[in-house]
């Protein structure tokens, strides 16, 4: 394998999408293991954005669900019949890595590749927030960020059918399945490179 030698760079803004009610907690400790899910892409962590529209739409993910259950109403109308601290809100972050002296592992996903949609699948399908694969099944510790495309579609959704159909992770024709499934949206419109989305997740306390 390649041995890459690397500077790299992180983007001086960040965004992430959340709620009022949880900016004031965000602001003094963006990366807070409390507020971490099971089963993310990248595995369990604070994600972050590139793109400010991407966070928006993550900030909306309440509210477009509410839609869907109420259509036909004003959508500005329902975001205003919210309580306070259900609105959606962006966080925007400046990322200033000089202040920091850590040893940081960074695992970086340039575009779709097997080995980005294994990672997914690994943590989609086996991983909470105290735990994941990576030692056991790649041979290293989970990285302290990962940078890469999104899986779109509804994962949730897909890794229920990979389970239903007796599909393993460690199969090569299913991973390949998972990865056709993940570059589509719900409607079944194939998504091309950075029409998947970016993500930055932060996966341990910097
Ligand atoms: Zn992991």
């Not at 807070?32 to 899910?37: A, I, V």
């Not at 509210?63 to 259900?86: C, F, H, I, W, Y």
Request: glycine share 6%; proline share 3%; with cysteine.
């Amino acid at each position: 394998m390649a041995q890459f030698d690397v500077s790299l760079v992180l983007p001086d803004t960040l965004y992430h999408g959340s709620t009022m009610g949880a900016i004031q907690g965000l602001r003094i400790k963006p990366i807070n293991k409390e507020f971490w899910k099971d089963a993310k892409d990248f595995g369990a962590g604070f994600y972050t954005t590139i793109d400010l529209f991407q966070a928006t739409t993550w900030a909306r993910k309440p509210v477009v669900a509410m839609e869907r259950l109420n259509k036909g109403t004003d959508p500005s109308a329902m975001v205003r019949s919210l309580p306070k601290d259900q609105i959606p809100v962006v966080a925007v972050y400046d990322c200033n890595s000089n202040l920091y002296t850590d040893n940081i592992i960074l695992h970086d996903y340039r575009g779709e590749s097997r080995a980005w949609a294994q990672f997914i699948l690994s943590h989609r399908h086996s991983s909470t927030v105290d735990n994941c694969l990576c030692l056991n099944e790649f041979g290293w510790i989970h990285p302290h960020i990962a940078c890469g495309l999104m899986a779109d579609n509804d994962t949730g959704q897909i890794i229920e059918d990979f389970r239903s159909q007796g599909r393993d992770i460690h199969n090569r024709d299913d991973l390949e399945w998972f990865w056709t499934q993940i570059i589509r949206t719900r409607e079944g419109r194939r998504l091309n490179g950075l029409e998947l989305g970016d993500q930055i997740a932060f996966s341990a306390k910097l």
